[in-house]
């Protein structure tokens, strides 16, 4: 998803970064610095596994999540990123899904998921439940 990003950012005249998996500790550590200390660096493109440890984010004060993950705890995670000690804005998070594809059905897995946890109260948010079932990749698909 984000090398479909890229290019529109790059097309607005737009000072990005990116941060994923693919780059080197240096790279990424760059692009965060980039990111907090120069204003004129605006975007900060984050792929969600990437996005998901470690990182203090507080520069950020809005999250647009355009490629959900399955399991919302995840997202949580990365999201947190932004709110952190030391953030000073409020932060706005926003999900992206057009109806009738995947994200749309991801999303209501992620829903589906919260409801479980919150029957459960208090289980391991990490646990078996996190798993893709079987029926959750038949929903998934449409099959």
Known sequence: MLDLLEPLLNNSHMQFRRLDGKMTRQ?????????SMNPKVTVLLVSLMAGNVGLNLTA???VII????????VEDQAIGRAH??????PVTVYRSAVQGTIEERV???????RRMVERAFGGD????HAKLTEEDVSYLFNV
Do not use: C, M
């Open 66 to 73: 355009v490629d959900p993950w399955w399991n919302p705890f």
């Open 84 to 89: 952190r000690i030391g953030q000073t804005r």
């Open 125 to 128: 948010i990490f646990g078996d």
């Open 107 to 113: 999303l209501y897995l992620q829903e589906k998921k």
């Open 27 to 35: 790279a990424r550590d760059k692009a965060v610095k980039d990111f």
């Open 60 to 62: 950020a004060s809005h």
